[in-house]
């Protein structure tokens, strides 16, 4: 966890980030999904920024908005920057495998027709595929046969490492990792973790996208919450700690207060469907706090003690 | 902010949009079905005079009078032409009912009745795929002696099993439903969970399979009838029009044949449209894209 | 493998003995008498003795079940019955008619397959497009062509009007069979096959479509385009891999209809083939050889399906492999 990357330009800035889609219900009637509303992030090179969100909250539909590969009935709207610059549909579609990398879920990402060790090859954007992807395969501790094996043999520790790998393979400065963990043996996840901290280390800047708090905050230097499509706060790990209380967001503190080893008190009610979204804090209706300002207006985006938070009581 | 707002007028922009595809929807389907119908009502009161042989009108290519030309015994070919389509519309409804009676009947056994008997359905409707259905077609009008029958008995007895697949596939999905196996498990007759459950849930796939199944068997029966198999030549069914136009056509008379395949292919499409928009209106699923 | 090939063939078998027995059963049942068929113009000058002797002739004085079992015996010989019309062993007209229809769809199969396999292709890469939008069309149409009157227009167009190719008949008529070159051979062979070609293009055409689109939807697509592949490398290196063999195993399966469209090409183009045997047959009452023509080709359907499953299970790796693992 170096200091010293957070006093670095952002490498990618997301502001006001709003993704929705449009579907048909039956009679051919249209709907609307607000699947990500006003989402703000950013991320600096060698730093993990977690993005710990439930389950379904629409966490992987910003790893897509970011990449520019969201399906056509998408409606996307808002800023993104990279290194500096606009990220236009056009400046994504150069900067995919080069600059950003996506680390996916499940093998199921893989071709499955194509043995593994040809499609690590294809991080490479320049001949030398085969070399670079025998060397990060030694370094995984893969052995030698792997790469000739199809996706459906692999194990579930192998196809951890050869998705990693996908990504250790490209030159991207950005890497995505999509909910690498999902339901995996603990050792399995703590060596995912380890690789995720290896590329940080060497300087790439790392989204760490996860329904699970205790690898986030195990791994990450900071966590950005995610709450039914937008950040509503954004923390330095170390916040999280004690009873919550330098905790800035009432969801934040009831998603630590929650865990196992502390409260174990669950967060009452569930998230609001992305169908039929209410004006004002999305939270609202399940805080405590909650009071008619909440739910009238749209909390603004504060910087309060080193993060950000959405919240108009939070001080 | 200014993001959010600018949110609500890409919405409206594609909620038209949507209302637009609704309406078409629907008015293709009232379209289809008014065209169809229109086929096989104005048949009944078209002018028989058309049909009469008239001596000095022989083997006239498409004018005004006579829209699809005239044959060579002087015949109007619209005439013909739409009073051979309405034939094949009366035929292919007495090969479709009991067609999707029999794809029914067997899917509802067969998801419902023991593995033996799924397993005798299932065989049963492959050894009517194991023949092409035109030989089949072929062999099972031959054996009745010909005759409207034989061709209607022949499309009839092809055009089931796939049907029935379909609906297999249908009924056992829902066979596995919550609400069909706490009626099984409550004591409920498998009669009473077929016809209280299953058919008003089969009802959509029943209409669509029932309408999809029409223009297969309309290009079935035309294609026996232009083999010469079933009807007779005087009746003037689309096959038989063809079939007597082959003579013709070294002799240039190419509306004799043109202008009745036409017709077919039309109204052929026509059922297609009907079917798939009926069933994009049922199972929003296949428009997403 | 071993085992599922012995189960798709006792599958098989079942079938087909189950094929010959109905149809058998159903052409016993006839209204038509085959001794009338047989004897035809002759009729008047047959006697009801002579009548009686030809029918015995042909064991149809004996009971059903008795005859069945004497007609499949005699067809497990290799004796498929003599023609009636054409006073010919049955097998013997079958395998030269064979060799005529096999010819034609062999080369309407590979082109509606390279065709419409291209056209699915293309619909799919611009999916929504106008381009789509027009092969779709086109592809639909075509499906509702009735196959025997897009015959007459290929007849029309290029037989009657252009005169490039001859009106009928699989060889020039009044020229020695040993003196039919190759070349006549294909051009009184193109047009059917053309016919028959283009009208199976349809279904190969839409089914890649398809495909191609749930390929291009699934994860690992989007995987490789957020590895920056373009169109055109996600077709090359993800698309066709994944979509060859189901349209492979799809024309392999499709034998039934091309058998079907067949009978319609050569009735229409005089092309002397099995269809029209088939046709014939049923028209003149010829049992023997109606049955040896519905028995050929529920073996045709069957060597396509077949095919297609083993292609399945040879190619597919992930078949492949798991059979060699259990």
Not at chain 2, 212 to 230: D, M, N
Not at chain 3, 62 to 83: C, K, M, N, Q
Not at chain 3, 299 to 326: M, Q, S, W
């Amino acid at each position: 966890m170096s200091a010293t990357a957070n006093t670095d330009k952002p490498l990618l800035e997301v502001s006001g980030l709003s993704v929705s889609f449009i579907q048909y219900a039956a009679g051919l009637r249209q709907r609307t999904f607000q699947a990500i509303s006003n989402l703000n992030a950013d991320i600096r090179p060698g730093e993990i920024l977690a993005v710990v969100g439930a389950s379904g909250s629409g966490k992987s539909i910003l790893a897509h908005a970011i990449l520019g590969i969201l399906p056509g009935n998408a409606l996307v709207s808002g800023s993104m920057s990279y290194a500096g610059q606009e990220l236009t549909p056009k400046r994504q579609a150069a900067l995919r495998g080069r600059e950003i990398a996506l680390i996916p879920q499940s093998v199921n990402f893989l071709d499955p027709l194509m043995r593994v060790g040809t499609q690590v090859r294809f991080s490479s954007p320049n001949g030398n595929g085969t070399a670079m992807q025998r060397e990060i395969f030694t370094r995984y501790q893969l052995a030698a046969g792997t790469e000739r094996l199809y996706p459906f043999q692999l194990s579930g520790g192998m196809a951890r490492r050869v998705l990693v790998a996908t990504a250790a393979a490209s030159p991207a400065r950005l890497i995505i990792a999509d909910e690498p963990t999902p339901g995996l043996h603990p050792a399995i996840v703590k060596e995912t973790l380890a690789h995720l901290r290896e590329l940080s280390a060497a300087g790439r800047a790392v989204m760490f996208i996860t329904h699970d708090i205790n690898a986030a905050l195990e791994t990450a230097d900071r966590i950005a919450v995610f709450y039914a499509g937008t950040t509503v706060e954004t923390a330095p790990a170390g916040d999280f700690c004690g009873e919550g209380e330098r905790l800035r967001h009432p969801y934040s503190k009831a998603l630590w207060q929650a865990l196992p080893q502390n409260d174990f008190r669950p967060v009452p009610g569930s998230q609001p469907s992305p169908a039929d979204l209410l004006p004002g804090c999305l939270f609202a209706p399940r805080c405590r706090l909650s009071t008619l300002e909440c739910a009238s207006a749209e909390p603004a985006l504060r910087s309060i003690r080193g993060g950000t938070v959405r919240c108009h009581h939070a001080a | 902010m200014s993001d959010t707002q600018s949110l609500p007028i890409a919405n409206r922009r594609f909620s038209r949009l949507h209302i637009n595809r609704r309406q078409r929807t629907v008015i293709v389907i009232a379209l289809a079905a008014v065209f169809l119908l229109s086929l096989l009502v104005g048949a009944q009161f078209m002018d028989e005079a058309g049909l009469s042989t008239s001596l000095t009108e022989r083997n006239l290519p498409p004018t005004l009078a006579h829209p699809f030309g005239t044959d060579w015994l002087g015949r109007d070919m619209l005439v013909r032409t739409v009073k051979g389509l309405s034939l094949s519309l009366v035929i292919g409804l007495f090969a479709a009912v009991p067609s999707v009676l029999i794809a029914l009947v067997l899917a509802l056994a067969s998801g419902l009745g023991n593995k033996h008997l799924d397993a005798a359905i299932t065989w049963l409707a492959d050894l009517f795929l194991a023949v092409p259905h035109l030989v089949l077609i072929i062999l099972i009008a031959f054996v009745f002696g010909g005759g409207t029958t034989g061709v209607i008995a022949g499309v009839t007895l092809t055009h089931w099993p796939t049907l029935t697949r379909l609906l297999r596939a249908e009924v056992l999905q829902l066979r596995s439903a919550e609400f069909v196996l706490v009626s099984l498990r409550f004591g409920r007759s498998r009669w009473w969970v077929a016809t209280r459950h299953l058919l008003p849930h089969l009802k959509p796939q029943l209409l669509v399979g029932f309408i999809l199944l029409f223009p297969h068997a309309i290009l079935h029966e035309a294609a026996v009838t232009f083999l010469g198999f079933g009807l007779s030549p005087h009746r003037p069914a689309i096959g038989i029009i063809l079939s007597e136009s082959m003579r013709y056509l070294s002799a240039g008379s190419w509306w004799l044949a043109f202008f009745p395949g036409l017709a077919l292919l039309i109204m052929v499409r026509t059922f297609d449209v009907l079917g798939d928009n009926l069933r994009l209106l049922i199972d929003p699923r296949s428009a997403q894209e | 493998m071993a085992l599922f090939l012995c189960g798709r063939v006792l599958r098989l078998l079942t079938l087909l003995v189950a094929v010959s027995l109905l149809s058998f059963l159903l052409l016993s049942l006839s209204p038509i008498d085959p001794v009338r068929a047989y004897v035809g113009a002759d009729m008047l000058r047959v006697g009801p003795e002579q009548w009686a002797n030809i029918a015995a002739y042909w064991g149809l004085d004996r009971p059903l079940h008795e005859r069945f079992f004497r007609w499949g015996a005699a067809i497990l010989r290799g004796d498929w019955g003599v023609s009636m019309i054409f006073r010919r062993p049955v097998l013997e007209i079958i395998g030269e008619r064979a060799v005529a229809s096999l010819a034609l769809m062999l080369t309407a199969w590979i082109f509606s397959g390279i065709f419409g396999f291209a056209l699915g292709v293309g619909a799919a890469m611009k999916q929504g497009t106008w381009i789509d939008r027009v092969i779709k069309w086109y592809c639909l149409t075509l499906a509702s062509t009735p196959s025997f009157w897009f015959g007459l227009l290929m007849l029309l167009t290029f037989a009657v009007w252009l005169g490039w190719f001859p009106v009928g008949l699989g060889v020039p008529a009044g020229v020695l069979a040993h003196e039919v070159t190759l070349s006549d051979r294909l051009h009184h062979l193109l047009l059917p096959a053309l016919t028959l070609g283009i009208t199976g293009v349809a279904g190969v055409a839409l089914h890649t479509r398809q495909k191609l689109i749930e390929v291009l939807q699934s994860d690992y697509v989007l995987f490789a385009k957020a590895r920056g592949e373009s169109d055109l490398q996600l077709l090359r290196r993800h698309g066709l891999r994944n979509i060859a063999l189901p349209a492979i195993t799809l024309q392999f399966a499709s034998f039934s209809e091309l058998f079907g469209g067949s009978v319609l090409a050569e009735q229409v183009f005089s092309y002397p083939g099995l269809g029209q045997t088939a046709v014939q047959a049923g028209l003149r009452g010829d049992v023997p050889l109606l049955l040896g023509v519905v028995i050929f080709s529920a073996l045709f359907v069957f060597a396509g399906n077949l095919t297609a499953e083993l292609l399945y299970r040879l190619i597919d790796p992930r078949l492949k492999l798991k059979e060699r693992y259990l």
